[in-house]
């Protein structure tokens, strides 16, 4: 059976990739620092729930005292502020989540991962471009797929590969803050602010969770054996 682990498993994207790895039969573990959000993931599937901080070096490592088939960095916050107005604490929070996170979860993964093994990561389209507001997050974004294109390159002899997904605005709470944020930074409705938001996107509209899970679903497979390295825009063609 095949083992998986997610982080953030306890909403939005980390919700689904966790719920189509239950439903297709494989044991799965969750973290996430709420064990009631996790819970509700669950959902009665029979998932193993574990509350770790990412950030935290030492939870971090002792979510790993079994080896894991597929381990997805999902765990992540944003924060908008323009740079100016940016605090170190923000700054150096945003870092230890999306970037420091990625990290330890992906070298406790690897003291144990066997040949065949599958590293994603959940960065952005962030981590592909700027944007305004959000220095902190598209560093931390860059950042992480900076490290998936080191990492490939260093276990691809192991038989390991290490890729990560980068979507647009998808329907999450994070993605209904960010629409929060622009309604009332703008005094726009929330209609109006949503279509701001997703006006960079050719599609023009928000991106789905189960959009997301079939890019991951995709690099897990067997058919993406040869794929190591990549950033996967799931963002309807913005980038
Ligand atoms: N929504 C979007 O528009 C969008 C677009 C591109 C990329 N992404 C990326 O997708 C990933 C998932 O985001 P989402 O949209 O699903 O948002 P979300 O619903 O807010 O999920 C984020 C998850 O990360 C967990 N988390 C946050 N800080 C953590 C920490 N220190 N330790 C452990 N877990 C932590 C949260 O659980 P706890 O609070 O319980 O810890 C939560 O379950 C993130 O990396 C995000 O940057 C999102």
Same mark, same amino acid.
């Given at each position: 059976m095949q083992r998986v682990l997610v982080t +953030? @498993? @306890?909403?939005g994207i980390g919700r689904g990739i966790a719920r189509h790895f239950a439903d297709q039969g494989a044991e799965v573990t969750i973290t996430g620092r709420r064990a009631d959000a996790l819970k509700d993931t669950d959902g009665g599937r029979g998932m193993i729930c574990r509350s770790a901080d990412v950030a935290d070096e030492a939870q971090v490592s002792a979510l790993f005292d079994q080896p894991f088939d597929i381990v997805i960095a999902n765990a992540g916050i944003g924060h908008t502020a323009k740079l100016v107005n940016t605090s170190l604490a923000d700054w150096q929070n945003v870092l230890d989540v999306n970037l420091t996170g990625t990290f330890l979860t992906f070298r406790e993964a690897l003291k144990s991962m066997q040949a065949g093994g599958r590293l994603i990561a959940v960065a952005s389209t962030a981590g592909l471009q700027g944007g305004p507001n959000i220095a902190s997050y598209v560093a931390s974004k860059h950042a992480v797929i900076g490290l998936v294109r080191a990492l490939a390159k260093e276990v691809a002899r192991q038989g390991i590969t290490c890729n990560a997904v980068c979507p647009g605005f998808v329907d999450t709470d994070m993605g209904d803050a960010a629409v929060a944020g622009v309604a009332q930074k703008f005094g726009i409705s929330q209609e109006e602010a949503a279509a701001r938001i997703t006006s +960079?996107?050719?599609?023009r509209r928000m991106i789905t969770v189960d959009e997301v899970v079939s890019a991951v679903a995709f690099l897990a497979s067997p058919g993406a054996s040869m794929v190591n390295g990549h950033s996967l825009a799931v963002s309807g063609g913005e980038i």
């Open positions: +953030g @498993g @306890g909403s +960079g996107n050719p599609m």
